[in-house]
């Protein structure tokens, strides 16, 4: 998924749980969460030093949202922390 794809996701998917749709907002959310696993494990070793702590944490903290299916705190944190993460990512990697 390209950085276009993964941030309308995001907000599509946030849209999704704030407007209550639970369901059809957490199984989105679980793809974006191996989308996002997957970068945290891609990061080059300059990424890793600038945001290594920012992107383990943001994965933490989804993570422990989703698994509590805490709606509103896995929206929150696409919207705060993944659209901020994303584009640094594939930033440094064009």
Do not use: W
């Amino acid at each position: 998924m390209n950085q276009t794809e993964l941030m309308q996701s995001v907000s599509d998917t946030a849209k999704m749980l704030y407007q209550n749709r639970e369901h059809d907002g957490l199984e989105q959310a679980e793809n974006i969460i191996k989308s996002l696993q997957q970068l945290v494990e891609n990061q080059s070793e300059e990424q890793m030093r600038t945001t290594g702590a920012f992107s383990v944490a943001m994965m933490r903290e989804l993570m422990e949202a989703y698994q509590n299916s805490d709606v509103m705190a896995v929206a929150d944190c696409l919207m705060e922390k993944a659209a901020l993460f994303i584009p640094f990512y594939f930033q440094e990697n064009d």
